[in-house]
């Protein structure tokens, strides 16, 4: 019996040791990986050249995929519309394991459905659009920063200056709108908004920039957040700069496809001008030997195949997505995986359809595939490549720029471990996190115009009336408001302070006066203040008089005058008569409070009688005792005269409730 068990034992070591050499020897020696982006693009130049090193450099390990190439199929997604939809189907048919991409979060969107159905895990080292999520599209894994972190960032930042309303300026694109909601909930949090979304339908022309731009300029706030593609989006400053909206006054938020942009202009032949004082975003990557190492080969390489465009931190990302790709791949075919395709019936041709739907496999082993990939934790260029429960990578931290002259300075850096901060994340990261509002701290920051003092960040809107504001023009007192004819002619102390006043604002007020009256009579003052309340006047300059019922409905200034004015009125002679003292109370009053006297009395003769000599002798004497007692109690207390009660009444109260009396001693 024990020889069988042992025996037994023996053999299915020998089947396990067996399927593993299988496992091992059935691993392909090579595995498809797909990737879809625009070859020319901002982003797409830097990421091609950084995948294809990627793959030379997994390919060249030997710890990774030891025995297996990578093969990259890699596809022109060209424009976002419909035929580069069309072309990521393309490569879909060509039995990728993953695919990596796209570039745009438009296509992210519908191609994520497309994964979920094929089970081909989706990587997309550039679609920050933070409505691609998780939760909705199961096989897309981001594998760069979401702008849910960066619009944080943007909104710590609007923080930090105590501006209270910003302009979203963004292209009308899932990627626009989606970063955008992403900021409006960010500001809320800081207690602050977007007052209005200047919105750029994609691929406009110059006057249509140039129309929304002017509109968003009518507007209140002077802080102004650009959201845009890299691609077409350094055309809205030459544009503003026509618009003299990069002058002093006004703030430019720029995010992270700006830095893209400047790090991938080769030839520096940017028009720096147009872009003094910007705060422009960048992905960080902390710094070291082997980013360094990347630059300095990418550099090489592109310069000999002439890639007339530098690299930008999008092609860290790209980069450490091949390696996660190739780690994940590695775990999958360690763990005995085959590398199997199945067709779906649902995806059949119906008749006379050339579309060959049917050429769209399922990947079997995707779903294991996409655990490997969450599992991911080494680090790479972009420092720790780890996805946290929501898939997103960990520590998305910000390098935080002001461009002056012809470069850029870093001002600091904003992480989601602690916010602002002067010092690099990855040093912040060892210590206890600190989102204190004192450790918030940014370096001094050159705004647009030369100023180095930070704009208030909004101004009085230009786009409607100027304030209303009211004049009584009447009879008296002409020395404090008085109109000549029309309203450009008021005069008076209460004209002259609200004109000192006006002219001690940092932002132009433009103002209108309204004469309300024609001067040979006072207009009636609780009707200007009504129109304020009911705004057909903005605002009221006058001689009015704060009273409780006008300053329900209008907000009033200190009194800054004086006037001296008392009002007059003639005494009536009051009646005066030897009860006035009566006065204070009712006579109901008066009855019942000396009913309540003469009731004590009577208790405390009751009580006393019997025993105190004082309460004794003939009845008469007896009454006189107990009226003297309620008489005295108003005025004296009674240490002397009471005995058997304990309690001594100190003081009653008598007031009236519902018009019941109630007695508390
Ligand atoms: C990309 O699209 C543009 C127009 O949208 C076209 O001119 C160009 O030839 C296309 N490039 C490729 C490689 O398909
Ligand atoms: C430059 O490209 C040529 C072929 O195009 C190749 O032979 C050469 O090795 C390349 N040099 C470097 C440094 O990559
Ligand atoms: C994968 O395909 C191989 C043959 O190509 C087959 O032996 C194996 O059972 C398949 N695995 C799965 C999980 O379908
Ligand atoms: C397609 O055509 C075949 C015969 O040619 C027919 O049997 C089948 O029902 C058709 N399918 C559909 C979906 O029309
Ligand atoms: C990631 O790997 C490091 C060592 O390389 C290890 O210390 C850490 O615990 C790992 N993290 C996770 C989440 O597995
Ligand atoms: C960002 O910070 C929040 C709150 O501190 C935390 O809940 C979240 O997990 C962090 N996210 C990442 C990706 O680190
Ligand atoms: C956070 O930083 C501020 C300012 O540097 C410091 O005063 C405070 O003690 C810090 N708090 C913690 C918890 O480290
Ligand atoms: C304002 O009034 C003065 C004198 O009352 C007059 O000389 C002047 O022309 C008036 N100005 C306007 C603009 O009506
Ligand atoms: C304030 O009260 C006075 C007297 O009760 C009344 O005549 C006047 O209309 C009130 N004014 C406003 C603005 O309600």
């Known amino acids: 019996m024990e020889a069988l068990r042992l025996m037994l034992l023996l053999l299915s070591l020998l089947a396990a040791a067996a399927r593993a050499v299988a496992a091992a020897g059935a691993r392909p020696s090579e595995v498809a990986v797909g990737a879809l982006f625009t070859y020319d693009s901002t982003i797409g130049r830097a990421a091609r050249l950084a995948i294809e090193l990627a793959v030379d450099d997994v390919n060249a390990d030997r710890t990774v995929?030891?025995?297996?190439?990578?093969?990259?199929?890699?596809?022109?997604?060209?424009?976002?519309?419909?035929?580069?939809?069309?072309?990521?189907?393309?490569?879909?048919?060509?039995?990728?394991?993953?695919?990596?991409?796209?570039?745009?979060?438009?296509?992210?969107?519908?191609?994520?459905?497309?994964?979920?159905?094929?089970?081909?895990?989706?990587?997309?080292?550039?679609?920050?659009?933070?409505?691609?999520?998780?939760?909705?599209?199961?096989?897309?894994?981001?594998?760069?920063?979401?702008?849910?972190?960066?619009?944080?960032?943007?909104?710590?930042?609007?923080?930090?200056?105590?501006?209270?309303?910003?302009?979203?300026?963004?292209?009308?694109?899932?990627?626009?709108?989606?970063?955008?909601?992403?900021?409006?909930?960010?500001?809320?949090?800081?207690?602050?908004?977007i007052s209005y979304k200047a919105a750029i339908p994609p691929n406009s022309n110059s006057d249509v920039i140039s129309d929304v731009l002017f509109r968003a300029n009518m507007m209140e706030s002077r802080?102004?957040?650009?959201?845009?593609?890299?691609?077409?989006?350094?055309?809205?400053?030459?544009?503003?700069?026509?618009?003299?909206?990069?002058?002093?006054?006004?703030?430019?938020?720029?995010?992270?496809?700006?830095?893209?942009?400047?790090?991938?202009?080769?030839?520096?032949?940017?028009?720096?001008?147009?872009?003094?004082?910007?705060?422009?975003?960048?992905?960080?990557?902390?710094?070291?030997?082997?980013?360094?190492?990347?630059?300095?080969?990418?550099?090489?390489?592109?310069?000999?195949?002439?890639v007339t465009s530098g690299l930008n931190s999008y092609g860290f990302y790209a980069y450490d997505t091949v390696w996660t790709v190739a780690h994940a791949i590695d775990q999958f075919l360690n763990g005995g995986q085959q590398i199997n395709f199945s067709t779906d019936p649902r995806l059949h041709d119906s008749n006379g359809s050339t579309l060959r739907l049917s050429t769209l496999k399922i990947f079997d082993g995707g779903e294991q595939m996409l655990q490997q990939l969450l599992l991911t934790n080494f680090t790479g260029l972009t420092g720790p490549v780890q996805f946290n429960s929501d898939r997103n990578l960990v520590h998305p931290a910000y390098d935080i720029l002001n461009i002056g002259g012809s470069g850029s300075q870093l001002i600091g850096y904003w992480s989601n471990y602690s916010g602002l901060s002067v010092t690099a994340p990855e040093i912040l990261y060892q210590k206890p996190p600190n989102t204190s509002s004192n450790a918030q701290r940014l370096h001094n920051v050159v705004w647009p115009g030369d100023s180095t003092t930070t704009p208030k960040g909004w101004v009085f809107p230009n786009n409607g009336q100027p304030l209303r504001v009211g004049v009584p023009i009447k009879a008296s007192f002409k020395e404090l408001v008085s109109g000549g004819r029309g309203p450009d002619n008021v005069t008076g102390y209460c004209i002259d302070i609200f004109n000192a006043a006006i002219k001690l604002l940092p932002y132009p007020v433009p103002c209108q006066f309204i004469t309300i009256g024609d001067g040979t009579k006072n207009p009636n003052y609780d009707d200007i203040i009504k129109m304020i309340a009911a705004n057909s006047l903005d605002a009221a300059v006058g001689d009015f008089a704060i009273v409780r019922n006008r300053t329900k409905i209008a907000e009033f200034t200190q009194p800054y005058i004086e006037s001296g004015l008392v009002i007059v009125a003639p005494v009536k002679q009051a009646t005066s008569s030897a009860w006035a003292f009566l006065k204070p109370f009712t006579l109901e009053m008066w009855c019942v409070t000396g009913a309540l006297f003469i009731f004590v009395g009577i208790v405390v003769w009751i009580l006393e009688h019997r025993t105190n000599e004082e309460f004794r002798g003939s009845p008469r004497r007896q009454v006189i005792t107990i009226f003297w007692f309620s008489f005295s109690t108003m005025f004296f207390s009674h240490k002397h005269c009471k005995r058997t009660w304990a309690v001594r009444v100190d003081h009653m109260v008598v007031c009236r409730a519902d018009h019941q009396f109630k007695l508390y001693c």
């Open 223 to 306: 802080v102004m957040v650009v959201h845009v593609n890299p691609d077409t989006g350094m055309r809205i400053f030459s544009i503003a700069n026509k618009l003299q909206m990069m002058a002093s006054g006004y703030v430019w938020i720029v995010t992270d496809w700006l830095a893209a942009v400047l790090d991938s202009s080769v030839p520096r032949d940017l028009k720096y001008s147009h872009i003094q004082g910007l705060i422009v975003l960048r992905q960080h990557t902390p710094e070291s030997d082997a980013k360094n190492k990347f630059i300095s080969k990418w550099n090489v390489v592109a310069r000999n195949r002439s």
């Open 65 to 193: 995929l030891a025995g297996t190439q990578l093969k990259l199929i890699t596809q022109d997604t060209n424009c976002s519309g419909f035929l580069g939809t069309i072309e990521a189907l393309q490569l879909m048919e060509k039995n990728v394991v993953t695919v990596i991409g796209p570039q745009s979060s438009g296509i992210g969107h519908v191609i994520s459905h497309v994964v979920n159905e094929l089970h081909v895990p989706l990587l997309s080292f550039a679609a920050t659009d933070p409505t691609l999520s998780a939760s909705e599209y199961p096989y897309f894994i981001r594998t760069t920063i979401s702008d849910y972190f960066q619009m944080n960032a943007v909104a710590s930042i609007v923080d930090y200056y105590q501006w209270k309303e910003v302009t979203a300026i963004f292209v009308d694109d899932d990627y626009g709108r989606g970063g955008v909601t992403a900021l409006g909930d960010a500001l809320a949090e800081k207690r602050a908004r």
